[in-house]
């Protein structure tokens, strides 16, 4: 399977912690891109890491890959309780399909 | 930019009936992508296009057929729902790395 797999499947924090998502992945990549999902609604583009690349940084979005143990992170810091969603990660192949994993849902208690 | 927009948002068919959901997207994307989402399952790939006129299956292509006679429309059909096809549908459009997604169509097969 080319799918992502995130971990935890549900996240629970209180806001101004910081939240820590994993994603696994079994194939070599291009790159691997992290979508966020609000309740009911389509995905959003939060940031693309390439296959070359070990870190990188979006506001307060932090993403690592590490494709020697084919994993990446997502860290958001300092969270609101608008980041309460769903995020999927995507790994990217050699064709310009994504192949989402079922996400981690994240819930930020006020 | 209205982006991607779907049409419609909802729907309720009862078993046997056919329907087509209509994708469109004003960003002169070459790729478009139709997926299905289900509790549990994360999103999948029904079909897809690199371009205008071009179409191909993707991880769950049975049951549905598309077309993609304009670069800006991609069409998904059912010819006979059935309730195994109740989910929600998501069209996306991309470039090349990043895909946009549409707000999401909601079908229940009866």
């Known amino acids: 399977s080319q799918q992502g797999e995130e971990d935890p499947q549900a996240l629970s924090i209180q806001e101004g912690e910081n939240a820590t998502m994993n994603c696994s992945y079994k194939t070599s990549i291009n790159n691997l891109q992290w979508y966020r999902q609000n309740s009911g609604r389509g995905l959003v583009h939060l940031i693309l890491i390439r296959s070359n690349e070990r870190e990188k940084h979006s506001g307060r979005l932090r993403v690592t890959l590490d494709t020697s143990k084919k994993s990446s992170s997502l860290l958001i810091t300092a969270s609101r309780a608008a980041d309460t969603a769903s995020y999927f990660c995507a790994p990217r192949t050699g064709a310009n399909n994504l192949f989402f994993g079922t996400g981690t849902r994240l819930t930020v208690i006020p | 930019n209205a982006g991607v927009t779907q049409t419609p948002k909802f729907r309720v068919l009862k078993t046997g009936q056919s329907m087509t959901l209509l994708c469109a997207q004003d960003m002169n994307h070459e790729y478009m992508y139709w997926y299905r989402q289900d509790p549990g399952m994360g999103l999948r790939l029904i079909h897809y296009s690199v371009g205008e006129g071009t179409t191909a299956k993707g991880e769950v292509p049975d049951g549905y057929n598309v077309s993609r006679l304009k670069k800006q429309n991609f069409l998904l059909g059912l010819e006979s729902a059935a309730p195994s096809q109740t989910s929600v549908y998501f069209c996306?459009?991309?470039?090349?790395?990043?895909?946009?997604f549409g707000p999401g169509t909601r079908l229940t097969v009866l």
């Open positions: 996306a459009s991309s470039y090349d790395r990043e895909q946009f």
